[in-house]
């Protein structure tokens, strides 16, 4: 069983940077390609960046292309987000998801759906004013 605690969100104005972190318990981190995504009210949940167990493969919606990075520290058991150059469309909470493979992809494309993913946490809420 994996737990995963995301943190850093807050209230910025556009233009801004925020870092999320998400802190996973358990030994098979290293071995999990991680995830996140978003969620605005009464909008579906969907993926903003994914990276693989080994940390070469990402992947990024075309909304956040150019802005935002994703990054893990398996010493620290830790991923994060770097969101850079807020837009107040990006106001949403943001989950950490943990998918049990190394991959970030099958046959058919990107793990892109939240029913790819095995393990959530409980969300951190990011909100941009203009």
């Known amino acids: 069983q994996v737990q995963l605690v995301e943190s850093g969100g807050g209230l910025v104005q556009a233009g801004a940077s925020l870092r999320l972190s998400c802190a996973a318990s358990?030994?098979?981190?290293?071995?999990?390609?991680m995830a996140w995504f978003r969620q605005a009210p009464a909008k579906e949940r969907h993926v903003v960046a994914a990276?693989?167990?080994?940390?070469?493969?990402?992947y990024f919606a075309d909304s956040v292309k150019g802005r935002f990075t994703i990054s893990r520290d398996d010493a620290k058991n830790t991923v994060y987000l770097q969101m850079n150059s807020l837009k107040p469309e990006d106001t949403a909470l943001y989950y950490c998801?943990?998918?049990?493979?190394?991959?970030?992809?099958?046959?058919?494309?990107?793990?892109?759906?939240?029913?790819?993913?095995?393990?959530w946490g409980q969300g951190t809420q990011v909100t941009v004013s203009s």
């Open positions: 990276v693989s167990s080994s940390g070469d493969n990402t």
């Open positions: 358990g030994r098979s981190f290293s071995s999990y390609a």
């Open positions: 998801a943990a998918k049990r493979t190394a991959a970030l992809y099958s046959r058919t494309g990107y793990w892109t759906r939240t029913y790819d993913y095995d393990y």
